[in-house]
């Protein structure tokens, strides 16, 4: 038996095999990120900029005017029900109809809701169950003599306890 090592040369065929690795994975990576970015939001904020520029102005007017009533406004959720207040300054419940509430993640589509409240003693509630995590929410509400209600806020749905914790 012969202790003879075999030489092994780098040919060109292993510097094509390297590159094609090389490149390969970079490409592939790179095609799964697009994708995962395509898919995972549509970028939307808006159907049409040039009319969302054209309203601005009204928007902030009617903005300042919802700002000198010095509302207060209290949303929570707990226990599968999301519960809605809208007080004046003197803390007297605001009259409301049409109360509508617009759910949606900051990232993503799939779980975007919208929904109606209905009056619940002085307040408007619905019942929902909204998934643990970051919601963005559109409140609009018709104010009898005022202008439009709306409201945006973030919700921190939290998870659930665990029990014996």
Known sequence: MSNAKIERKFTGWHMLAFVLLFFGTIISVNIYMATMAITSWTGLVVKNSYVASQEFNEKLAASNAQAALHLQVNLTYREGELIFSLRD?????VPMTD???ALTRPIGVALDRTLTLSPKGDDYSVVEDLPAGVWNVVIHALVPGNPDFNYRA???VAPPAIPGT
């Open 154 to 156: 973030r919700l921190i």
């Open 99 to 101: 109360v509508i509430i």
């Open 89 to 93: 300054a003197n803390s007297i419940p």
